[in-house]
């Protein structure tokens, strides 16, 4: 795991003033890479790269970057892993390839050389993000994994095309202007999160997982998938298993055992997160069960019942055997980090489960540097119970015809709009003082108005369901929900919802969450269940084999059972989350005011206050709670504070702040 960043630009830069430029984008992602640094360039092709270094494997000189191929053709600068370089290598030494280290870079280098750089990637297991240069062609390769574990931006400023990790090195360079993209900041009102491609920096943007882009000098650039999330599913849909349930746990079981067995290769000291769930334990125990000392185990509890996991962890890892570690954090611990998280996620960012994350990322760092995760499990096998409850809406509007749907919402409307229920007044036109079942009604019209599956999950996973007016003069951009070139037709529900989830939800928040936690303290993540045929192979999974009996990932389950007692593991799930509605009506409520202060929303002339206003009166007064939607807003609003204009985060202070 480390960071990555670098710059295309017209040829004729000094070499001096490259070198200074490109170490300072390397410099500020030290935390990403503390072992070591360093920097390559070409300054007659205009070309930097610069790495920092977290070592993993070939911990001695021969692992650092960049990295040059062996005939010299070739410069890279790599982060993340190549799970599956010990069986390449081999093969490639038949080939006559040579090799000086033990690295997987040295390993994708060779394969560059024999295959060339597109046609290497399909070979690859892995999660990586990695630019290469082709000195002999002068051209620049960004490429990311299949699941977009690790992330990796891109962009324009003026001539020169930078990329990087995270923003702060991108923002490092002098061409660097940062005007806010407000159409990102429309969907990340909508999802807590900014999708890929975009970022929130006009011009800058996230390569998609599963491409690899092309760049030569004075052209725009060119990007080709090498593996597709829609391929694949419309794939497996297409060949569904057709062996016994017994037979399906089996070959689960076997995939994710060498998956896990893969990504236990390591050079330094390796444990896992634990929260006692079904993914969780179920990576655990094959750990366990293929290491002959007991594995590292880490788990933060907390003192609020509603949010504690911990003492089913600690059941688990007692049945498991491992070395478990347990850290109970105290409410004032947690809401401590928060004014560090724009520093962290370095674009607003407000799933709000990023701050135990961090947490047990910084516990788990103070004795391993690689922790394996149980990410990934709701979206392969239908595990969230959002699904079952999209499912049961979506069951109740198939028995009503869109007539009679449209005609309902329409009274639904006018029963609102005349103010005839609870106590609503009209207005100019408008209701005002809506009561719950006025909230309910119009939510409910909403839904009776909408046509496709897409769209009943989008509403349903929307926090502010109408951002636009919040942003006047906005469009939202299209996402995995809305553009029609990444739609898949597969014939259940289910299927749809995992789809769109796999393609965003999962990179884009679930991955960013767990990447900058983990890096904020120099920690590698590591995502098992994410191996790309495990992926493959949920796709081929029956419905009826992921949901049966209202219970969500069943197949998973019967795996997990073959290592953890039934009766460890089944209870409800209470999810990875903090109170964040008590905090910011109790002691983060002074923090939060000021962020949301009528008037400094009003002269900043990003958002309209008064829907903002109106939230947050209602949510201290106790009459809806709308710490989700506060949430957004408050996390925007810390980001823009930090990330103003012309402010560049010092990488160091940085490394200070998630090593303290």
Same mark, same amino acid.
């Given at each position: 795991?480390?960071?990555?960043t670098?710059?295309?630009?017209?040829?004729?830069?000094?070499?001096?003033?490259?070198?200074a430029?490109?170490?300072?984008?390397?410099?500020?992602?030290?935390?990403?890479?503390?072992?070591?640094?360093?920097?390559?360039?070409?300054a007659?092709?205009?070309?930097?790269l610069?790495?920092? %270094?977290?070592?993993?494997?070939?911990?001695?000189?021969?692992?650092?970057?960049?990295?040059?191929?062996?005939?010299?053709?070739?410069?890279?600068?790599?982060n993340?892993?190549?799970?599956? !370089?010990?069986?390449?290598?081999?093969?490639?030494?038949?080939?006559?390839?040579?090799?000086?280290?033990?690295?997987?870079?040295?390993?994708?280098?060779?394969?560059?050389?024999?295959?060339?750089?597109?046609?290497?990637?399909?070979?690859?297991?892995?999660? !990586?993000?990695?630019?290469a240069?082709?000195?002999?062609?002068?051209?620049?390769?960004?490429?990311?994994?299949?699941?977009?574990?690790?992330?990796?931006?891109?962009? !324009?400023?003026?001539?020169?095309?930078?990329?990087? $990790?995270?923003l702060?090195?991108?923002?490092?360079?002098?061409?660097?202007?940062?005007?806010?993209?407000?159409?990102?900041? @429309?969907?990340?009102?909508?999802?807590?999160y900014i999708?890929?491609?975009?970022?929130?920096?006009?011009g800058?943007?996230?390569?998609?997982?599963?491409?690899?882009?092309?760049?030569?000098?004075?052209?725009? &650039?060119?990007? /080709?998938?090498?593996?597709?999330?829609?391929?694949?599913?419309?794939?497996?849909?297409?060949s &569904?298993?057709?062996?016994?349930?017994?037979?399906?746990?089996e070959?689960?079981?076997?995939?994710?055992?060498?998956?896990v067995?893969?990504?236990?290769?390591?050079?330094?000291?390796?444990?896992a997160?634990?929260s006692?769930g079904?993914?969780?334990?179920?990576?655990?125990g094959?750990?366990?069960?293929?290491?002959?000392?007991?594995?590292?185990?880490?788990?933060?509890?907390?003192?609020?019942?509603?949010?504690?996991?911990?003492?089913?962890?600690?059941?688990?890892?007692?049945?498991?055997?491992?070395d478990?570690?347990?850290?109970?954090?105290?409410?004032?611990?947690?809401?401590?980090?928060?004014?560090?998280?724009?520093?962290?996620?370095?674009?607003?960012?407000?799933?709000?489960?990023?701050?135990?994350?961090?947490?047990?990322?910084q516990l788990? %760092?103070?004795?391993?540097?690689?922790?394996?995760?149980?990410?990934?499990?709701?979206?392969?096998?239908? =595990?969230?119970?959002?699904?079952?409850?999209?499912?049961?809406?979506?069951?109740?509007?198939?028995?009503?015809?869109?007539?009679?749907r449209?005609?309902?919402?329409?009274?639904?409307?006018?029963?609102?709009?005349?103010?005839?229920l609870?106590?609503?007044?009209?207005?100019?036109?408008?209701?005002?003082? @809506?009561?719950?079942?006025?909230?309910?009604?119009?939510?409910?019209?909403?839904?009776?108005?909408?046509?496709?599956?897409?769209?009943?999950?989008?509403?349903?996973?929307?926090?502010?369901?109408?951002?636009?007016?919040?942003? &006047?003069?906005?469009?939202e951009?299209?996402?995995?929900? /809305?553009?029609?070139? %990444?739609k898949?037709?597969?014939?259940?529900?289910?299927? /749809?919802?995992?789809?769109?989830?796999?393609?965003s939800?999962?990179?884009?928040?679930?991955?960013?969450?767990?990447d900058?936690? @983990?890096?904020?303290?120099?920690?590698?993540?590591?995502?098992?269940?994410?191996?790309?045929?495990?992926?493959? !192979?949920?796709?081929?999974?029956?419905?009826?084999?992921?949901?049966?009996?209202?219970?969500?990932?069943?197949?998973?389950?019967?795996?997990?059972?073959?290592?953890?007692?039934?009766?460890?593991?089944?209870?409800?799930?209470?999810?990875?989350?903090?109170?964040?509605?008590?905090?910011?009506?109790?002691?983060?409520?002074?923090?939060?005011?000021?962020?949301?202060?009528?008037?400094?929303?009003?002269?900043?002339?990003?958002?309209?206050?008064? &829907?903002?206003?109106?939230?947050?009166?209602?949510?201290?007064? =106790?009459?809806?709670? $709308?710490?989700?939607?506060?949430?957004?807003?408050?996390?925007?609003q810390?980001? %823009?504070?930090?990330?103003?204009?012309?402010?560049?985060?010092d990488?160091? @202070?940085?490394?200070?702040?998630?090593?303290?």
């Amino acid at each position: 795991m480390c960071g990555i960043t670098g710059f295309l630009a017209p040829a004729g830069q000094a070499a001096g003033e490259m070198n200074a430029i490109v170490a300072r984008m390397s410099d500020a992602m030290h935390h990403r890479g503390p072992d070591a640094g360093g920097i390559w360039t070409d300054a007659a092709s205009g070309i930097a790269l610069g790495h920092r %270094r977290l070592s993993i494997v070939d911990l001695s000189p021969t692992g650092q970057q960049p990295m040059i191929s062996a005939s010299g053709r070739y410069v890279i600068v790599l982060n993340g892993e190549i799970y599956n !370089f010990r069986k390449l290598r081999p093969e490639l030494e038949l080939k006559g390839h040579r090799f000086r280290g033990t690295s997987d870079t040295e390993v994708m280098l060779a394969a560059f050389e024999e295959w060339g750089v597109a046609d290497s990637l399909p070979h690859f297991n892995g999660m !990586f993000a990695f630019a290469a240069w082709d000195r002999a062609t002068k051209t620049l390769y960004l490429s990311r994994d299949r699941m977009g574990e690790k992330p990796l931006y891109y962009g !324009f400023a003026g001539n020169t095309f930078l990329f990087g $990790s995270e923003l702060k090195s991108l923002r490092q360079h002098p061409e660097f202007e940062g005007e806010i993209n407000r159409g990102a900041v @429309a969907v990340y009102l909508r999802h807590n999160y900014i999708p890929a491609p975009y970022s929130i920096y006009q011009g800058i943007f996230k390569l998609m997982p599963g491409c690899v882009l092309e760049l030569r000098a004075n052209s725009e &650039p060119v990007i /080709t998938p090498y593996w597709s999330l829609q391929d694949a599913a419309r794939s497996g849909v297409a060949s &569904p298993l057709t062996c016994s349930a017994a037979e399906a746990t089996e070959q689960l079981d076997h995939l994710l055992r060498d998956s896990v067995g893969l990504q236990m290769v390591a050079d330094v000291p390796l444990g896992a997160f634990l929260s006692g769930g079904i993914d969780s334990s179920t990576i655990v125990g094959l750990m366990q069960a293929q290491s002959s000392r007991p594995i590292k185990t880490f788990t933060i509890g907390f003192s609020e019942e509603e949010f504690d996991e911990a003492k089913y962890a600690k059941a688990v890892a007692q049945h498991l055997g491992t070395d478990h570690t347990e850290l109970y954090i105290t409410p004032r611990e947690a809401m401590d980090v928060i004014p560090r998280l724009p520093q962290f996620y370095d674009e607003p960012f407000a799933d709000s489960s990023q701050i135990p994350t961090y947490l047990v990322s910084q516990l788990a %760092r103070q004795s391993v540097t690689v922790s394996l995760s149980g990410d990934g499990g709701d979206e392969l096998f239908g =595990g969230y119970r959002i699904y079952r409850s999209v499912m049961k809406v979506n069951d109740t509007l198939r028995w009503a015809p869109a007539p009679l749907r449209s005609t309902a919402a329409w009274a639904m409307d006018a029963a609102v709009r005349t103010g005839v229920l609870d106590g609503v007044k009209v207005k100019d036109g408008k209701y005002v003082g @809506a009561g719950p079942l006025t909230g309910r009604l119009t939510n409910l019209a909403e839904v009776f108005r909408l046509s496709t599956r897409e769209e009943l999950y989008r509403y349903m996973m929307s926090q502010w369901r109408n951002p636009t007016e919040l942003l &006047p003069g906005v469009e939202e951009p299209l996402t995995a929900f /809305t553009d029609p070139s %990444r739609k898949l037709r597969v014939p259940h529900l289910l299927e /749809t919802m995992e789809y769109v989830d796999m393609g965003s939800y999962l990179p884009d928040d679930i991955l960013v969450k767990v990447d900058r936690a @983990a890096m904020a303290v120099s920690l590698e993540s590591r995502v098992p269940l994410l191996d790309y045929r495990v992926v493959e !192979f949920s796709w081929r999974t029956p419905v009826s084999m992921k949901i049966r009996d209202g219970q969500g990932k069943w197949l998973l389950r019967q795996v997990a059972y073959r290592y953890v007692p039934r009766e460890l593991l089944e209870r409800p799930k209470k999810g990875f989350s903090v109170p964040v509605d008590q905090w910011i009506c109790g002691p983060l409520r002074d923090w939060a005011e000021a962020l949301l202060d009528e008037t400094r929303l009003r002269n900043e002339g990003v958002f309209n206050p008064a &829907p903002i206003r109106k939230v947050w009166k209602d949510h201290l007064a =106790g009459t809806r709670n $709308s710490n989700s939607l506060l949430w957004d807003v408050l996390m925007y609003q810390a980001w %823009r504070e930090v990330h103003s204009a012309g402010a560049r985060p010092d990488g160091q @202070a940085l490394a200070a702040l998630g090593t303290a």
